[in-house]
């Protein structure tokens, strides 16, 4: 626990300084124009953010391909459209621009369909009397044989009776199935805590970096992420198929990514949408806000997954299997479970 909260504290305290650096820097005489505006936003996320090559974007082409459109007399209102469209082409669900009129974003489900139908699996698959254990909607499955347990977002926080409720009533089962799909993500402290009851080791789960310098390849060295013994009884420690899709999004990829290092868990479904960079913000010249990602998250041999964790057993939802009453996803892991 130590070095997770480390590292975490690390990243706070370069953030808090990057921060407070960028407001320091404005005065009354600063101008806040829109071409200053403009190449300032351009100027830090040069700087500053992680993931140009993984993403496969040339910044320099993105400013020749937007500055044009920016001069004096612009309104508010295009400036932001041409600010916004401009970090949009970073295509990562971590960047937003912040006014007092709107919020620009990148929609992550252009990334791909959305693989998930909570009221089908209600009326194929759990019925109405299922559980609901803190943020944890859940029963038996498969003539009894696999626990289904939902968890819909990060920022949904559990406690140990939560766990252990579950973890005792489906302590005979011959595994469990963890539904991550359209899970946006939430806290990160969240995921060491829920990957705390899946093992009893405390395994290397990734590795962290953050950007250090003004060149595209300006990192700090690589720090060592491992998971978490909470010193608790509570573990389930049979298969758990966890189940994703490109919704997964944030700190549910970080989770996604952390299972490929433990031996009982693995990823059924769609790639996720991968957002494994933690972001900081700041302000420009002209009062409004932003955040990108300035840090890296890698695996335990140095794999890149921003742009998404794959499966190790692809499934989408079939139409046809929909009809019959089959989630094809829940369907293959169940395949894969009972296999084992």
Known sequence: MKKIIKIFCGVILLLMFFTSCERLVFTGDTPNDPVTTFDYLWNKVDQQYAYFDVKNVDWDDIYLKYSPDIHSDISD??????????????????VNLFS????????????GPKNFDYRFIQDNYLGTDY?????????????????????SSFMDLFSDA???????????TEGMILDLRQNGGGYNLNIFKLLSYFTMSEDLLYKTCIKSGPDHDNFTPEEEIYATNYDTILHYTKPIAVLIDRGSYSATSMFSLATLELDNMFLVGDTTGGGLGMPNGGQLPNGWTYRFSITRTLTTDGLNYENGIPPEYYAVLDSTDMQQGFDTVIETALDVLLDR
Do not use: W
């Open 77 to 94: 209102d295009s400036l932001f459209f041409y600010l916004g469209n401009m970090l949009n082409e970073l295509r990562d669900g971590h």
């Open 131 to 151: 559980y609901s254990t803190g943020p944890f909607r859940h029963d038996f499955i498969a003539n009894d044989q696999v626990a289904y347990v939902r968890y």
């Open 100 to 111: 007092e009129f709107n919020i620009s974003r990148f929609d992550i489900s252009k990334l």
């Open 162 to 172: 939560n766990m252990l409720y579950i973890f005792d009533r489906y302590k005979d």
